[in-house]
């Protein structure tokens, strides 16, 4: 919470507001916004309240989160109350104003969120489906979630996000998937329209919609799950590329967290950086590659397999100073291991109790391996993976590049 500003003003009220407006509040949220001097929100929420000569009413500006602070500081004095859509602690303004001034500063009134309600149209169980959010982010962010019977909820940017599912889901394998439109729930307007991805032809409709999404997989199709060791194939990049069963491997040396964040040195392909991502949503990785036209094909991937949250950067030894302020919870070292100061700085900013796993390849970085193993421990692996290929009309096993993987723990007074 390093971030939060002091708020001395009065407690901040933030109202959520669902389509059927003033009519839907209670008692609580209607004396919110009664007693306030200053209402907050966006145009269409303003619209839903009866207009009180003696409240000051001000729209979000575009964009909303670099102007928050100027605009609460300029009313600081005055009894706030912000208007948000449903529940504004699930993915509302509400998250972003305790980001930014803590919880004390805040007393929410919750109405039920957009998937609440859509999972009481549909009669789905509100635990067991994930939501994903496609405001401000690629729609592809929904592909990790995506498996075979499954259901997902996805919150809608506008009108034009539910075409923009379904051809995900034509382009990916899930072509027979239903695909229901949920607008303007609970409100007087509200409407329900569905249509498998394969035949959309549903015309765009109202922007305040929700995406629900009953999941058909095509049998024939790659599996592309959150475990780790996605197929090859999925990932372009000329073959700089941590092969499947090895980044299995090293994913699992990686030991992924919920929220942890992960530096990906030499990414290559960004084979490991996607796949940590892919391990929750809310893992975090940054890629770490000198070519620029590979740093542009970690990004291509990153969003192709629905993790755009992975952040590429140049080369480790001149980026990190300037750029990377949190220390990272693991690092793996894939490329350029040999070169001069390279495991120093991932050592040195690997925060303590974290994870550096390292693969090599050559003689070289193995030889180079062994050394640090000596001076701070961890263990030492050898993979040798063979994968079977056609010789003739028989069947030979192909050895792939041996590679040793050392994998440490920094303690709290290791050094360099």
Same mark, same amino acid.
């Given at each position: 919470?390093?971030?939060?500003?002091?708020?001395?003003?009065?407690?901040?009220? #933030?109202?959520?507001?669902?389509?059927?407006?003033?009519?839907?509040?209670?008692?609580?949220?209607? *004396?919110?916004?009664?007693?306030?001097?200053?209402?907050?929100?966006?145009?269409? %929420?303003?619209?839903?309240?009866?207009? @009180?000569?003696?409240? *000051?009413?001000?729209?979000?500006?575009?964009?909303?989160?670099?102007?928050?602070?100027?605009?609460?500081?300029?009313?600081?004095?005055?009894?706030?109350?912000?208007?948000?859509?449903?529940?504004?602690?699930?993915?509302?303004?509400?998250?972003?104003?305790?980001?930014?001034?803590?919880?004390?500063?805040?007393?929410?009134?919750?109405?039920?969120?957009?998937?609440?309600?859509?999972? +009481?149209?549909?009669?789905?169980?509100?635990?067991?489906?994930?939501?994903?959010? /496609?405001?401000?982010?690629?729609?592809?962010? #929904?592909?990790?979630?995506?498996? @075979?019977?499954?259901?997902?909820?996805?919150?809608?940017?506008?009108?034009?996000?539910? *075409?923009?599912? +379904?051809?995900?889901?034509?382009?990916?394998?899930?072509?027979?998937?239903?695909?229901?439109?949920?607008?303007?729930?609970?409100?007087?307007?509200?409407?329900?329209?569905?249509?498998?991805? %394969?035949?959309?032809?549903?015309?765009?409709? @109202?922007?305040?919609?929700?995406?629900?999404? *009953?999941?058909?997989?095509?049998?024939?199709?790659?599996?592309?799950?959150?475990?780790?060791?996605?197929?090859? +194939?999925?990932?372009?990049?000329?073959?700089?590329? &941590?092969?499947?069963?090895?980044?299995?491997?090293?994913?699992?040396?990686?030991?992924?967290?919920?929220?942890?964040?992960?530096?990906? #040195?030499?990414?290559?392909?960004?084979?490991?950086?996607?796949?940590?991502?892919?391990?929750?949503?809310?893992?975090?990785?940054?890629?770490?590659?000198? $070519?620029?036209?590979?740093?542009?094909?970690? /990004?291509?991937?990153?969003?192709?397999?629905?993790?755009?949250?992975? #952040?590429?950067?140049?080369?480790?030894?001149?980026?990190?100073?300037?750029?990377?302020?949190?220390?990272?919870?693991?690092?793996?070292?894939?490329?350029?291991?040999? %070169?001069?100061?390279?495991?120093?700085?991932?050592?040195?900013?690997?925060?303590?109790?974290?994870? $550096?796993? /390292?693969?090599?390849?050559?003689?070289?970085?193995?030889?180079?391996?062994?050394?640090?193993?000596? &001076?701070?421990?961890?263990?030492?692996?050898?993979? %040798?993976?063979?994968?079977?290929?056609?010789?003739? &009309?028989?069947?030979?096993?192909?050895?792939?590049?041996?590679?040793?993987?050392?994998?440490?723990?920094?303690?709290?007074? @290791?050094?360099?």
């Amino acid at each position: 919470m390093a971030n939060v500003v002091s708020w001395t003003g009065p407690v901040i009220s #933030v109202v959520g507001i669902g389509a059927d407006g003033w009519d839907g509040l209670g008692r609580a949220a209607r *004396e919110a916004i009664a007693g306030c001097a200053v209402l907050f929100g966006a145009e269409r %929420q303003l619209a839903l309240v009866p207009v @009180d000569p003696a409240i *000051e009413r001000v729209a979000w500006p575009s964009p909303l989160v670099p102007a928050l602070p100027g605009l609460f500081e300029h009313h600081a004095g005055a009894r706030i109350c912000v208007l948000a859509s449903g529940d504004p602690m699930f993915y509302g303004i509400g998250v972003t104003l305790v980001r930014l001034f803590g919880a004390a500063a805040l007393r929410v009134l919750p109405q039920p969120s957009s998937a609440a309600l859509a999972c +009481a149209r549909l009669g789905w169980a509100l635990a067991e489906v994930p939501v994903v959010s /496609a405001v401000g982010r690629p729609v592809e962010a #929904v592909l990790p979630e995506l498996a @075979d019977r499954r259901r997902v909820l996805v919150l809608s940017a506008d009108e034009h996000t539910p *075409e923009r599912i +379904a051809e995900l889901l034509r382009r990916n394998g899930f072509g027979e998937s239903t695909v229901t439109i949920l607008a303007q729930l609970g409100g007087p307007d509200e409407r329900v329209r569905a249509a498998t991805a %394969q035949s959309w032809d549903l015309p765009a409709g @109202d922007p305040l919609n929700i995406v629900a999404i *009953e999941c058909v997989a095509d049998s024939k199709g790659p599996r592309a799950t959150r475990i780790p060791g996605l197929p090859d +194939a999925l990932f372009g990049g000329g073959g700089q590329l &941590t092969k499947a069963e090895v980044r299995a491997l090293t994913i699992a040396a990686l030991a992924p967290a919920p929220g942890e964040l992960l530096w990906d #040195v030499g990414g290559g392909s960004g084979s490991i950086a996607i796949e940590w991502c892919r391990t929750h949503p809310g893992c975090q990785a940054v890629a770490f590659e000198r $070519l620029e036209h590979r740093r542009r094909q970690i /990004a291509d991937n990153a969003t192709a397999l629905g993790v755009p949250q992975v #952040v590429v950067r140049g080369e480790v030894r001149t980026e990190v100073g300037s750029t990377e302020s949190a220390p990272p919870d693991a690092v793996f070292v894939g490329g350029g291991i040999t %070169q001069d100061g390279v495991l120093e700085t991932c050592w040195s900013y690997l925060r303590h109790g974290g994870r $550096l796993v /390292a693969n090599a390849v050559t003689a070289e970085s193995e030889a180079l391996l062994l050394t640090w193993a000596k &001076t701070h421990g961890g263990e030492l692996r050898k993979f %040798q993976i063979y994968r079977a290929e056609p010789l003739g &009309t028989f069947t030979a096993w192909r050895p792939q590049l041996p590679v040793t993987q050392w994998s440490v723990r920094k303690q709290g007074k @290791d050094s360099l």
